[in-house]
């Protein structure tokens, strides 16, 4: 029996890889120090920056919290910025004074929150030479979360830099733009930008599709 004519090109198409949620073992693969085991010998985690990297020293915190208004105590989070300078480092190396690239987790401990120990970034030019403000680049990786979410840092002190932020300004909602907007804190001496993210509902944080 002959059998009808296939077509060559359905024939060579691919399906989608499924997705899957990063968790719940998510921390025992990246965060290491988090989820109680030994870390690996070159472990990218979360202090970025040394006390001899040129720039601002600077810790940034924050937590992560869920539709329901409760905070998700396994979240892990990759941060991306420039360095002082406004450059990235496209290398990593723990012998450096600074790493453009970082990793930091929520915990079921004490408040829940994740930090940074890094510098200040520099304004960075866009590929068309527009200039964005100062930020630090986040994606949080979760249970029930198919698909990381991209999301920026700016900083509460950089008012003019902001205000002339091309990616801000691309947020109609001036509300909206709030929700990535770090609070600047000293505490000993030090300072640090406290960013809570909200990942649905009232005060949602702007994410990107990047």
């Keep these: 029996m002959k059998q009808p004519n296939s077509t060559p090109t359905a024939e060579l198409m691919l399906r989608e890889t499924a997705s899957q949620t990063a968790g719940p073992y998510v921390h025992i693969g990246l965060a290491l120090h988090v989820a109680g085991l030994p870390e690996r010998d070159e472990e990218i985690w979360s202090r970025m920056a040394t006390s001899e990297v040129e720039g601002e020293p600077i810790e940034v915190v924050g937590t992560v919290i869920d539709g329901n208004g409760d905070l998700v105590r396994d979240a892990l989070l990759e941060a991306w910025q420039a360095d002082a300078k406004g450059e990235y480092r496209p290398e990593f190396d723990l012998e450096q004074a600074f790493n453009s690239f970082g990793r930091t987790a929520t915990t079921a401990e004490g408040g829940s929150e994740w930090s940074l120990a890094t510098i200040k970034p520099g304004a960075v030019k ?31 002190d950089e008012t003019e830099a902001n205000a002339a932020c091309p ?13 990535l907007i770090a609070k600047r804190e000293e505490l000993d001496g ?21």
């Design 126 to 156: 866009r590929s068309d030479g527009k200039v964005m403000a100062p930020h630090i680049n986040l994606a949080i990786f979760a249970r029930g979360i198919n698909i990381h979410l991209q999301t920026r840092l700016y900083f509460e």
């Design 167 to 179: 990616v801000l300004n691309a947020i109609e909602s001036p509300a909206r733009r709030q929700t």
């Design 190 to 210: 030090k300072v640090r930008y406290r960013l809570d993210i909200r990942l649905q509902g009232e005060g949602e944080t702007v994410f990107f599709d990047f």
